[in-house]
């Protein structure tokens, strides 16, 4: 899979994943969410990329919400997808679906860095990853006006944990 394609993880609630109200307890999700972004970079080549050339990520941020609750053995399914980048970071949404409904969703703020220190542009990212201008142009078209709306709020919460 490329870069810019979702990534759909196929997973299901453990004992091991409930809490005393008898659902997937509400820290599991990040964890999970984890899961996703490793499959996403597994997937799509990226992680090979990445150890090829001293490069590791790092997660700034995230914010959530549940919409929900998994209950124990319910399958579903987390999609991540790329969904903005500025100078600095990158913005990932990762939503968890059972039976084609929305259960959560949440976005992360990532960045990466370089072994020996410093950090990587997202504009050498993609070199790396081989896509081009027109590729990341019409990737970020498919952002609607609502998604850059949503990355606007998303700084101003930040700014107020600050």
Known sequence: MGFLETSILKLRVWPTDIDLLLHMNNGVYLSLMDLGR??????SGFYRILRKNGIYPVIASEVIRFKKSLKPFQSFEIHT????WDEKYFYLQQRFFSRKELYASGIVKARFLRNEGGGVDPLEIFRLLGLSQTELDQSLS??????KDAIVSYRGIENYLR
């Open 38 to 43: 490793t499959d996403l970079t597994l997937r």
């Open 81 to 84: 997808d790329l969904i903005y």
């Open 142 to 147: 498919r952002l609607a006006q609502e998604g």
